[in-house]
């Protein structure tokens, strides 16, 4: 059987293969991206925790700025309030007292029942006594509206000693404001409650 005519190319073998060329990348490029990123995680993070720790810091000091604020109206108010303790019961020792005793120095001369009242900012207040033979200690409590709207209130304390030669009698006023409605001993406790006091002695 005859062959037909063919184009037929021999195949040699020791023609050498192609092979498609591959890119490689560099190991070393990997750990340089990887090492960026984790830069720029931890340069995040230092940020955010410096930007919290200002804000933190701004935040403690407003609330310093409005304790203080609150803490200046609560002593005004205080200091108020033991001012005009201290001016009424002065004024009812030394000028209303020379007609009318309401604070005594001893049991035997402590005022009678329908005298035991003082009228101070236009409010009556009764007064209390614990009087002894040498000794009396009159005490009264008082609460101001007018001028401030939260109230405050104030306890004075009048101790007056009978006169033992070659000593004089004594007087210790004590006023003892705060920034509360109530200053009686039943009153009930108040975590806010600013106290200011003065001491008259003569």
């Known amino acids: 059987m005859k062959l037909k005519n063919m184009n037929l190319t021999p195949y040699n073998m020791n023609r050498p293969t192609e092979h498609k060329r591959t890119r490689h990348v560099p190991c070393s490029l990997f750990h340089a991206s990887r090492g960026r990123r984790g830069f720029t995680i931890l340069f995040a993070v230092l940020v955010g925790g410096l930007l919290f720790a200002m804000g933190i810091a701004i935040a403690n000091v407003a609330m310093k700025e409005v304790i203080l604020t609150t803490a200046g109206k609560s002593s005004e108010a205080a200091f108020f309030a033991a001012d005009t303790g201290t001016e009424c019961a002065l004024?009812?020792?030394?000028?209303?007292?020379?007609?009318?005793?309401?604070?005594?120095?001893?049991?035997?001369?402590?005022?009678?029942?329908?005298?035991?009242?003082?009228?101070?900012?236009?409010?009556?207040?009764?007064?209390?006594?614990?009087?002894?033979?040498?000794?009396?200690i009159t005490t009264f409590?008082?609460?101001?509206s007018s001028e401030f709207p939260n109230k405050s209130c104030v306890e004075v304390t009048v101790d007056k000693t009978v006169p033992v030669p070659p000593n004089p009698g004594t007087t210790i006023i004590e006023a003892r404001g705060r920034n509360d409605s109530d200053c009686t001993p039943e009153a009930p406790h108040n975590p806010g409650r600013v106290e200011r006091a003065l001491r008259v002695r003569y």
């Open 141 to 144: 409590y008082a609460t101001w």
């Open 91 to 136: 004024y009812f020792d030394l000028v209303a007292g020379r007609t009318s005793l309401k604070f005594p120095n001893s049991s035997n001369n402590v005022p009678a029942e329908e005298d035991r009242i003082i009228l101070c900012n236009d409010i009556e207040i009764p007064l209390t006594y614990d009087a002894g033979t040498t000794q009396a």
